[in-house]
């Protein structure tokens, strides 16, 4: 069983290590700077507390590293965990500034920032992963257009707004990575449109909490994103990718296959997942299968630290086109953007 | 335009005239008893009111004779109707007692019998209809099971249930036609189950208002019927054909596309249709232009007076199983039944 | 029986002939220039034929006028048609430019345009309708989302292409229309987006088969709409109204409720509707009816001459995103768009 | 964590190991015959191989009894256990044969019986369970008819089949029980049909691979059982129960919310899940949940050892109907049935 080092022992990571459990590896060592979740974590998971990160990452049974930490402190440990030469699963973002993750690729390199597996784990959602799957092995001919819905059931607290870095960067990443993962071309434009018409103190704070951007291909397909930060029935989930030859749907799961029929309401389906490890808790253990596997033959992550450079880089192209309202050319990640 | 001579011009006479209008065809006279009745619908449809059945049926214009009264006058007419050596439809059931549809079958014969289309219109329902060429198509394989589920909205006055003739003659005998349609085999058993569930007086009247049928096909198919005389939201009529490679379904359409999602009710879908006129309207249609093409060409029709036989036979056997309790072993039409 | 009379005796008076039928009217008198056509529809309805537009809207027996000629035409009929004071219904669009929209309007006043019934006849559709009594309703609490699916089957002929004044003006338009009647605001922005993706002839042509248009109202719900020349699948029709408290939808209604299951295609159901015969077929008869209740009772039509200059308006606006590459903002029918 | 003794090492046993963990408990104590099983599941457990079943049931750190062996050693082993006086869950049946079930209740006595959790883990399943609960806080009213559809994805071998005891005891149990816990009442009366039309071998052997059943409740609620043995599109588990104000479903749940459309089939779903560990697995993790819970507060197990009795008197009736042709009117468990 391979052995993992955790960074982080919170929320997250406690989900990785059952996730690390079901994949057939096991967490080796443990790295949190609140003590007492490390001891905690290494309880339950038989794992080692190590005195830091570099002594958990160097750990002799350590043979692959998991950043499970605060989004802050991320590409700090990629630094050091990318010199172990041992494979990286890094929870997203990348790091919590675009700068920052250019600069991580930039200093890498390329070859080594796909060596890091970077856990957009949405793309290892069952149904979400059909539509991928569907659309490459041309099931729709080519594709015209991509629409992706995605709706958290509640807004974050008020105070989470103002370092959340803005809806598009903290919200919308997700399905700026899904779009470039189904779309597998290069996006020349960007346009964002938004409100806060959830909630007006969401807009006093300077962000918007319900967003549609349109993005095109290199090829003209057209991608729609719709964001909102409430959704009063559940976790609302959904792509449509239309094409030549036909349609490919994500929708929402549900609970079950229960559903009645009254004269009120004559056909109604059980409740759809509520939140996102009710929906996308299965895809944590798909995702560690896959680092694991790869880790092991030496492949490139087939999602990595570039991908999150991009998906970072359609995240500041919407800010921005939202803040100028105007489209966003895109010209790469080196393009530069203003009073984003 | 086909003229057609329409015997009755109450509620289902009215419904026919429409249906010959969309058909392309046109009602040339019509004749019912209550003389006001016959002027409203020639008024309506531009035929003529007739002195007499016989008038209308001899009429010159007259092509073809359709019989749309009361059902214990279905008979009588139709000994009429065949005389005339004209194409008939006639509504079901084909007499108001057994032993009459027998009695009829063996006066004028089968090979007359088969020339008078009796309207077993839930036959041309698409949904059902598409389940039937399915079956035949072989997109099942090997029929196994087929499940035929038919409830009303609500129970017919408590006065009509005396004369109804019971639950199996009255209502299943639908259920029992598309059976034989579906199968296209001969049945060896019928065993039945009721109960006054819905509507103790029902019972007290000798009737049940909730009923099972089992059958057998000679092949070894199993068929199960079940009725209601009241579904809460609204017309409920499905059928289920199971075979070796898979399944078919007809399932009830909705009153369009509307769906609902709240935080109570997370998926509800707009109301199934609300009784025989919505749900089974288009099919009279699709029954006249069968009828008028086969008339035209001169064929046996697809749907007729032998088809009525059999399922009244069905009827009167499920009918004897209630009462007896025991299965009853089928042996054909001229089987004598006790009791019922 | 209302008397009507049609101008035009082409494909869609024929259909409004049929639907004037079931709503309880007649066609009382016919004006199309091309005689013979006249004739036929006056044969099939027994309206008479009449020598020029001015004899058919001055019938005596005429009270009502329809206008269901060819687009070019739509307009000059109409300043003839208010002039006899009778109640008028327009089929879309107003005028074959958005400046003789403008034009009308200002000639005959805004009290006459609220009289000319226009017939945007998706209105009318049961689960569209629906969804927006629904919104009306309150039943999805303020409305914050709105986006709605339109792809035809398939491309007009090329040859139509040139004189169709582009996908905005000849396909979007209906959905303009619909956007504003569920949204109830005005619209401050609109943003679109094309491609000639299906066919790059039309992509030639200076035209775009697949367009994205983005609008926010004023109090910042935002409206998506998705346009395809091209579906393979049918003719995919469909509105989700999301707001604060649940989803409205309005989803493809089927053929029928067949559906089959087998190991490869595990749960398939009927196709939906082919075209817009099939889908809204039923809506010129709600139309009609809707006409004639509003021209009895004298009242403003509910959708009338001026809905049709706004939803002019917003195609003129999306046409001139698309050539600019800019966000529109509107700032009424009397903005002025350049070189579109 | 309460540490738990497992008889049986097997397959079964393996998946309540694993529920067992998920339940928050441990395996304290193994026992398998074969003990090279007993050791690879003590392994992965943490548990202790135990000697005998007797010292892995007496074991200080056992806390519970889990039977998880061979039908045919289940009531020897619910001997032992219940002498131990810890609480007890046995798979499902209770014993190998309906005689061995009835001593066995009369031997421990009824209160004992109901202490002893029986494994019929379907009552746990998501959407069976919301109809059962529906149908007891009143939702459809009276219940009046209630179906349920119980196919296998494929047949067993046939060499299982002299020993399986017939469809009715092998298979058809899990839904007589499902039957009487979501219709609560005693049944009054069992018919039985069946076929061998899967599978002539199957007949040949003395069994039949496509069954119906039903029953009468002792209000006249009817209820349905179909059972096949194969079924081309997957595990085919569906439930419908049926009253006087609505209806409750149980449908099939998917693998995800995947939809495609194409021409030809235009809206298919994502397969239904494929046999009984995806769809009942998560239910075994319920179900020991429950067991513990009610161990600890000292509850009757609330599906014991006298539904396991009951389950299999009924399908004792059913092999009799079935042998004899007709309709088997219900006593009590001490019904003697000939020839079955």
Known sequence: ???????????MAKVHAASIA??????????????????????????????SPTDAMND?????????????????????????????LCEKP??????ASRDFIATVGEAAARKVFLGFNRRFDRGHASVREGVYAGRIGRLEQLTI???????????????????FRDMMIHDFDMARSIVGQDMVSVTAHGSSIVDPEIGRLGDVDTASVTMLAEDGAIVTI??????????????????????????????????????????TDAPILEFFMERYGPSYTAEIRL????????LDMPVNALDGLMAAYLAEA???????????HLTGPDQEFENV
């Open 318 to 328: 919407a800010t921005a086109s939202l803040k100028t309202g105007k489209t966003i």
């Open 149 to 167: 819905t995605s709706r958290d059931p509640f807004p974050p607290p008020l105070e989470y707004i103002p370092r959340s870095g803005g809806l």
């Open 60 to 88: 002799t049974e350590v043979e692959a590293i998991m950043i499970a930490t605060s989004s802050d402190t991320h590409v700090e440990l990629l630094y050091e965990a990318v010199k172990t030469g041992k494979p990286v």
């Open 291 to 298: 680092f694991l596997d790869c880790a092991r033959i030496g």
């Open 94 to 99: 990348l790091a919590s500034s675009y700068a």
């Open 22 to 51: 079901e994949a057939g590896a096991r967490v080796a060592a443990i790295f949190d700077p609140v003590e007492a979740a490390s001891r905690a974590l290494a309880e339950a998971t038989g794992g080692k507390v190590a005195a």
């Open 226 to 267: 719709l964001n909102s930060r409430r959704c009063a029935f559940g976790f609302d989930q959904r792509i449509e990718a239309f094409g030549a030859t036909g349609m490919l749907m994500s929708d929402n799961p549900r609970q079950s296959g229960f559903r009645s029929f009254s004269k009120e309401a004559p056909g």
């Open 1 to 11: 069983m391979t052995g993992i080092a955790i960074m982080g022992a919170g929320r």
